[in-house]
């Protein structure tokens, strides 16, 4: 009897049992024995998430499907797509990438749910077409998190500085101190980050839905007073120049918004350590679409309706947070406290991104260690269930990248922020791709979909849709670079186009991979934990149950 089986009848805490073959397994090469005192030597396959524990909560991975995506691109950067191209462009704009979005969402969910194993999306490339592809998505994934990471140091020291000047306290100090408490937070427990990142969604989540009242309160006239001499909030705003700029603008908007929903992913990565995912991981996918429609069209919709188009500071190009849209209509409402506000929330979302960037990419990188793409000692895990030495590695990783921010002018760094500003795309395409040869394999095995625990009722169109978008983004991301052509915006726009294919075919090449047949494909391995210890859970959470607290029923009806 295997160990998951004992423990789901012994009523013990479950931990996650996730597994996905080992690359060099399939080609018949020998594995080496694991280190883990919970590993089978003999197995053939590399443990990917053995040890780890599923301990998140339902109301921990709803808040970080809710609060995934909202960050400094929806805070800071929404104003410069409503400048560039008017706000009916930006609702096309917006509107289409975050269908796009909830596509490849739905895609992850089936998977998600069948097979909810962490690093699921380096995984799900090494199980479902070739380890080549795994190896690729895996490190690509781990290094955009790292770089990210870097970027949210930056942007906490700026954001204090509203408050403190850096003559007093430099921002390197800040970035210190916030690097040292969200690595102590990932190194303690995976309810750590579940529960900081709860709170913290839920903060932003709060003043997005604070801002879309007061919003329509101040184009209705009930609160505030609009400017002297500027056009009257509502229609009249919007109708300026509601398509402004034409093609060209509507394209290069379409890429911003792309951007600005990245991050969406993150469900499928909790999932490998959640409680009752094939409960819990459906709930959180179907959010998706009411979260696009709230934070992201409604919020456009607002600011195109009470900021003209033409404003000198929309654009903000410098990142000001007085110049930021969110703080503009909070003033304009009769809220003077609205720059203290919303630095307070962008400083929140920073710190969350943060979060969610070294939870992301530490479960990444355990994932490769696992399959034998990274150092063997990455691999290990404690006895709280979590990868300390992939945290540790994520965490200096993000803290050379900001010190590569501080020498000189940061050219090092502005192009670091390139090479990984592309690869969230990369991501999703890789879990459509992945989706597609997922529904092959489960078809080409004669299994029937009545059986899968969630079916993406919008395939093939949304994986096709999403590989068609992200195709389109990637590629014509730097078409400014052009006409005249500007070595240097080329290179910034597709610099890492080649290390993808170097990443994937330099992997083929030394590992000798070869890409599985749909009827070898393995989607068994790794469900035991799905068949064993449902049932258990169900059982004790009727034991337990009870009534939610007032504050949660809200919330749950809220979203």
């Known amino acids: ?219 209705g006239g009930a609160v505030g007073t609009p400017l002297e001499g500027a056009p009257k909030p509502g229609p009249q705003v919007f109708d300026l120049d509601p398509f402004h700029g034409g093609f060209a603008a509507l394209f290069s908007i379409f890429l911003n918004a792309g951007f600005s929903f990245q991050g969406a992913e993150l469900v499928g990565i909790a999932a490998g350590e959640t409680k009752n995912p094939r409960k819990n991981v459906p709930r959180a996918i179907r959010q998706v679409f009411w979260r696009i429609i709230m934070f992201y069209v409604l919020t456009i919709l607002i600011i195109g309706m009470t900021i003209p188009y033409y404003d000198k500071d929309l654009a903000n190009p410098d990142g000001d ?45 355990h994932t490769l260690s696992k399959e034998g793409s990274a150092p063997k000692f990455l691999g290990y895990v404690n006895r709280w269930g979590v990868p300390v030495y992939c945290v540790l590695a994520t965490a200096a990783v993000g803290c050379l990248a900001f010190i590569a921010s501080l020498i000189g002018q940061g050219q090092a760094y502005t192009w670091l922020l390139a090479l990984a500003s592309t690869t969230g795309f990369i991501a999703w395409l890789g879990i459509a791709f992945c989706h597609i040869r997922f529904r092959m394999a489960y078809k080409a095995q004669g299994r029937h979909l009545s059986d899968l625990p969630f079916v993406s009722r919008l395939y093939p169109f949304g994986p096709i849709y999403t590989i068609i978008v992200c195709l389109v983004i990637l590629f014509g991301q730097g078409y400014t670079a052009f006409s005249p052509f500007d070595v240097k915006a080329f290179l910034s726009a597709y610099v890492t186009l080649p290390f993808v294919f170097i990443l994937y075919f330099g992997n083929k090449f030394w590992c000798k991979t070869k890409i599985l047949k749909l009827v070898d494909v393995d989607l068994d391995t790794g469900r035991s934990f799905i068949d064993s210890s449902m049932a258990v859970m169900d059982s004790e959470s009727e034991m337990n149950k009870k009534k939610p607290s007032l504050f949660r029923r809200a919330i749950s009806g809220m979203f």
């Not at 919970?38 to 053939?44: H, I, L």
């Not at 909070?330 to 979060?355: E, H, P, R, T």
Request: charged fraction near 15%.
């Open 321 to 365: 947070i007085k110049s930021s849209p969110f703080t503009r209509v909070f003033v304009q409402a009769g809220i003077s406290v609205g720059g203290d506000i919303m630095n307070a929330v962008i400083l929140v979302a920073v710190l969350s991104a943060g979060n969610s960037g070294l939870y992301a990419s530490s479960r990444a990188l």
């Open 1 to 219: 009897m295997t160990k998951d089986l004992i423990v789901a009848e012994e009523g013990q805490k479950v931990e996650m049992d996730s597994y996905t073959e080992d690359p060099r397994a399939v080609y018949g090469e020998k594995k080496e024995a694991s280190f883990h005192d919970d590993a089978d030597p003999g197995s053939g396959t590399a443990e990917v998430g053995k040890g780890l524990q599923r301990n998140l909560q339902a109301r921990h991975l709803t808040m970080i499907s809710l609060g995934g995506t909202i960050g400094t691109g929806l805070f800071l950067a929404s104003g410069q797509s409503i400048a560039t191209a008017g706000p009916g462009f930006s609702q096309v704009a917006y509107t289409l990438i975050g269908t796009m979005v909830f596509c490849f969402m739905s895609s992850l969910g089936e998977m998600a749910t069948y097979l909810p194993i962490t690093g699921s999306i380096n995984a799900y490339g090494s199980r479902f077409f070739d380890p080549a592809l795994g190896f690729m998505l895996g490190w690509v994934y781990w290094f955009s998190w790292s770089v990210t990471l870097a970027t949210e140091l930056v942007a906490s020291g700026l954001i204090i500085s509203y408050w403190i000047p850096d003559s007093t306290c430099p921002g390197w100090a800040w970035a210190l101190i916030f690097i040292v408490v969200l690595t102590a937070l990932n190194l303690t427990t995976v309810k750590a980050y579940g529960e900081t990142e709860y709170w913290l969604s839920l903060i932003k989540v709060l003043a997005v839905i604070v801002f879309i009242i007061v919003g329509f309160l101040y184009i």
